[in-house]
């Protein structure tokens, strides 16, 4: 069957009033940049529904991609027709017999443009009652048809559509912001991003990298999330802050029971940094509870004095389990499972303190100067931006 | 050179060549070496997986690489048997696989497993009614080959798929070897568990395969060792040889849609000419088959004699698989379709390429009744 | 760049790679079909098994040839086991085998089987009098390796193979991948039944390798199908990889002789050098070991940081082997040769090549020394 529509609906964002056009219009823009690859299609925008021209363009493709794109609540290829019962008929008639494996059906009407001479109900019985005559074998069941056909009769035209298909929900990205993801080569940090996201803001990441202590492969990893993560939005840009001096300071200096809050602190200090000079206004962790030493209620306010961002945390309250099936569900387990350590491994003392005392990080840190490190690892970073890529990269993809 | 063996091995593409090679020198790391060579091979190997998967349109984590179609067939077999033993030893398959097949199942009977062979008809397919007979509470595995290497005939992988899904104990492999590039399956929609890919069938090299295994299925290592490859086929990885496979399943996948069309209205042709001719009996069957092999006997003619008649033109067909076609004697394969002994010793097979062109196939054509006549005058 | 880690993998040889891609265009028909295309491959197949076998001093029937020493390993002892498990299920090997052996060993006691492993002494060796002990009425197989991949101890293989030699209903198999091209073994002297050898480590390309098996020795097959290669390894044959390997194990078996006198050198200047760096404990044994492997520890710093630090100029050495250097933990061979468990988890491993030169291994010792310095500062 050639469709030559695919018809997106909105969901949630429609309930927000004047926002609305802010939204849509965000929306339009990432449904354009992220089937980019599809040249020949075109978004046309609508109040209540959004609709991408195939022009001869691969709908199951599209679709897929479509899926990654937040602010859809579901989607369905559709096939436009003219306002006229005859083209109704005969164009529905060639959609059910060219589906494969449909012995029912059911047909739904609506009818938004009054002037069609026929109401819904009746339209529903004209148009079955036809398709029951034309094809053999074939009946109808209300409850659970194999196929259904939906017929939209709208003012400018009819859009025979067949089943609808999930999309991401939530809000489009670029609707909410930016914000710093503290990304991390573990399970939390990527999925904390995707709810972000989720949300409709727009990230950056920054990550800590300490060579020799930590392998490119750590790196690698890293940046392969980042590209995960890129799928939801345009693209990411990663910082990557080479951390080694730093840590080995702080492991030479402060006592060991306490090393860990301060490297995290110090990460805080320049994650906070890192963000004012982009103009961003919240960090982002995949902090949750309970889960390692650092994640305490005490831990977490001894870090999070070191700065008045908002720090957004959205794994707070899961269970690692939850945690663990939104990874696998957005494909980003595999790669957070590999198996090279990140910073936070580096030095681990042989016992940190579950429940450090913030005047005590405070004096320590006091003794010593980590001003002009902090000033030097802000001048070194390498920032690189990650982009969804839908094919193989140049060099490998030459390759394969 | 006419050359129409195919399904016996193909020629490389050049450019699968070049990638093994740009691959064996730029990235001859151990992919499981922690320095950054190692990296770069993990990497590619990483990249060809994922690319492997999606052509296959499953996980790259069911992606296991393997040396070729015979490893592959072999490791699904002996793998579930040797697994799965406790839960039954009853295994199912067909009067008409591949020796890889066959001849494993062989091996398992000798370690005290049971095996059905499923009769074929004349078209050379299994009966859906006959293999739900034959399904019993301790059949850990039905065996099933997508396109048959001798006669091209397609198997309906589907609906077997859904009887074999409706015993839960039991496994669906298919050899998916003469298939790939050339008739599509969709490994998921038929409950297919595991499936046999070999490279040299598709312009790939010889010595690369890949051997699907579903997630959720565990099979008995052939290769234990450094755990590569979910720990069903150790080694260290070809990573060369794996990037070559995928670039030559890439290719066949892009070409199929196209191949198919050309090939199935060059073998229609030749079918149609052949059957003009005495003697000759077409083994093909007309419905069901695969677009690239044609089969047919010539009554009363030597098969290894017109090979090698027609090879003083340059053209080069085969007698049966290569694999059998040391033992002069009868085509299993032919005889389980129900065929006379004098056509089961006479069998030949044309097998094409996309790079076979329409007027190869008529000179192959006007040679061959050339041959058939001045070998018949002598045969008398 | 400075390549130490060759008992990984090595790179390919050029020519070895030339050799490979002439024959995937030249001889690319399937070996086994009757018509001259598959007769030139197959003519090429024979020169190459005969070389293989001179090459070995054997005959050229009891060259099997494999993808590789993981293969190998496992088609030598699964197909013995499977194949003689009436005359008994006892298996001897030692403690400090590849994980291809052990692995193996283990998944043949998941089947049924008894193995023990024959501990080692400090300097990884095997005792022939432990072995004398353990040897029973129902052992079918002992399998030791020639020169271990960590360490490079040599084993005794002849004096094995005497004692084997006693026990009529008792096989030897012999892994021979790090010893092929480096220290020689005689085959038949040795009264070796089987002998593991693999392409990519001798400078020849992965996913090839060689199984010798003995004429008289009857392997359960791991490839059933077309009966290639004596029935034990059936399969479309590589040729093209098959020459390949050929030709790397000419090439290595020329320059053997100077490349031990070379290595030897080299080991024994860097084992003096880094005898004088504190921290550093040195776990390749002074005798009886391979000349191109020098096994070390640095006590209390981790390997891989060490191997990081190196890459920063270039150098790549390796944690242990490569198969098992992703898990983070001891070495199974150090911990087997009695070693304490920080010297255990700190292994690191020098591998060197024929392309090996001093000034690299000289430069290597002086960014050792400067990277331990470092490390050790921050680490206190
Ligand atoms: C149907 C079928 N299965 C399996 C094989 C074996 O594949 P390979 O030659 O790669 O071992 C072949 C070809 O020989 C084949 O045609
Ligand atoms: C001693 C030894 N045996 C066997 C093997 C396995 O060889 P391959 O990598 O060719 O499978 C290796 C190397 O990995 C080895 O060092």
Redesign the pocket.
Known sequence: MQYDHIVIRYGELTLKGRNRKLFTTQLAKNVRQALRNFPAIKVDKKRDRMYIVLNGEDPEAIMDRCQKIFGIQNMSVALKVENEETAIKEQALKLLTETENVRTFKVSTKRSNKEFPIGSQEFNQVLGGYLLSNIDGITVDVHQPDLEITVDIRSEATYLTSQKVPGAAGLPVGSSGKSLLLLSGGIDSPVAGYLTMKRGVQLEAIHFHSPPYTSERAKEKVLDLAEKLSFYGHSIKVHIVPFTALQQKIHREIPHGYSMTVMRRMMMRISEAVAEQEGILSLVTGESLGQVASQTMESMHAINAVTNYPVIRPLVAMDKDEIIRISEEIDMYDISIRPFEDCCTVFVPKQPKTKPKLEKVEQFEANIEFEPDIQEILSAIETVEIEAKDNQEEELGDLL | MIYLDN?ATTKPNPQVLDSFTKASTGFFGNASSIHGIGMDAERLLRKSREQAASLLEVNPNEIIFTS???EG?NLAIKGIALEHQNRGKHIITSAIE?P?VIETCQGLEALGFEVTYLDVDESGLVDIDNLKKEMREDTILVSI?HVN?EIGTIQPIKEIGEVVQSYPKAFFHV?H??GYGKVPLNIQASHVDLC?I?G??IHGLKGT?VLYVKQTVKLFSLAHGGGQERRIRSGTENVAGIVSLVKAMRLAKEKQSELHKKLTNLKHTLMEQLQTLNRVVINTPKFASAPHIVNFSVRGLKPEVVIHALEDFEIFISTK???SSKSADESAVLIACGKDRDIAISGLRVSMSYETTKEEVDYFFQKLTEVIKKLSEVMG
Do not use: E, L, Y
């Open positions: 399904s070729g179609g015979t067939n591949h890889s080959m290497n050899d070897v003469q046999t070999s040299h069938k395969g698989s290569a694999c």
